[in-house]
């Protein structure tokens, strides 16, 4: 019983001393990276998010694993998604593999029903977006989107042509 709750001081002083030089090494590491890492999450960064911590955690508490190849790991995952979103902004085909569309989920008062099933989204959570934003009538409402790191956004004056904020929301407006 005694392995369950404690096995020695030695390694309690290694998991302190490793986990902060780790949490230390992962803050420079991010802060180097830029804003690009840290920002909302989409699918991808997800990923990204789940490696670092899985990664911190084998860290912290694996006796296999030195410091210097765990930075190397943070490192490795930082560089992988600067060069991930570093090709997304400059080809569409890997944007598109990395991210997801903004989805058009109400249009001039209209559910789109087809769109929703898809997205997941009930018209409760549709019409809860709409309050968050303060808006009490649905008439004021032109559109809701959501946006690829699955948030809502609420449009209440929509634009037409080049000036529209929906040129890359699908499906196209209907």
Avoid: C
């Amino acid at each position: 019983m005694e392995h369950i709750l404690f096995n020695n001081w030695d390694t309690v002083i290694r998991t302190l001393i490793i986990g902060v030089l780790a949490y230390v090494v992962l803050i420079i590491q991010l802060r180097i990276s830029g804003k690009r890492t840290l920002t909302k999450m989409n699918s991808f960064d997800f990923v990204v998010t789940v490696a670092f911590g899985s990664t911190l955690a084998t860290i912290l508490l694996s006796k296999d694993v030195a410091l210097a190849e765990g930075a190397t790991a943070f490192a490795l995952l930082i560089i992988l998604q600067y060069i991930i979103t570093w090709l997304s902004v400059r080809s569409n085909a890997v944007q598109q593999l990395v991210k997801a569309t903004p989805t058009l989920l109400l249009y001039k008062g209209r559910f789109l029903d087809d769109e929703m099933k898809k997205a997941r989204v009930t018209r409760e959570e549709i019409l809860a977006a709409i309050r968050t934003q303060g808006i009490g009538d649905m008439s004021k409402v032109d559109a809701v989107v959501m946006e690829t790191e699955g948030s809502l956004s609420v449009i209440k004056d929509l634009a037409t042509g080049e000036n529209s904020v929906l040129q890359y929301v699908k499906p196209e407006r209907p």
